[in-house]
Nanobody, 115 residues
Framework: QVQLVEFGGGLVPPGGSLRLSCAASVSSTRISVWGWYRQAPGKQRELVARIWSGGSTNYAEFAKGRFTASKDSAKDQLILQMNSLIPEDTAIYYC?????????WGQGTQLAVSS
């Protein structure tokens, strides 16, 4: 069983920045794809960014140029640095890891962008 714990969410004013982290209970070397997703109220969950084990990444259009996903392999953590936040970024942010062909989700961390 793989456990993922997200942290770092909070209330941020428009234009602000925030860094989310996702800690895995397994070595990051076992995670073939690691990603951030988000779900805004009344909307479906959507991809934000993901990283493959080889290091390649892909981002949703809304995240390009503002968000950066990275891995801290020493801590077995996935990071999401978010800049230039806008109210539309308000959502619960989830971490998902693929390990041995299985998907695992964290419980999410809330981001609210508001003045």
């Amino acid at each position: 069983q793989v456990q993922l714990v997200e942290f770092g969410g909070g209330l941020v004013p428009p234009g602000g920045s925030l860094r989310l982290s996702c800690a895995a209970s397994v070595s990051s070397t076992r995670i073939s794809v690691w990603g951030w997703y988000r779900q805004a109220p009344g909307k479906q969950r959507e991809l934000v960014a993901r990283i493959w084990s080889g290091g390649s990444t892909n981002y949703a259009e809304f995240a390009k140029g503002r968000f950066t996903a990275s891995k801290d392999s020493a801590k077995d953590q996935l990071i999401l640095q978010m800049n230039s936040l806008i109210p539309e970024d308000t959502a619960i942010y989830y971490c998902r890891a693929t390990v041995d062909g299985m998907y695992y989700w964290g419980q999410g961390t809330q981001l609210a962008v508001s003045s």
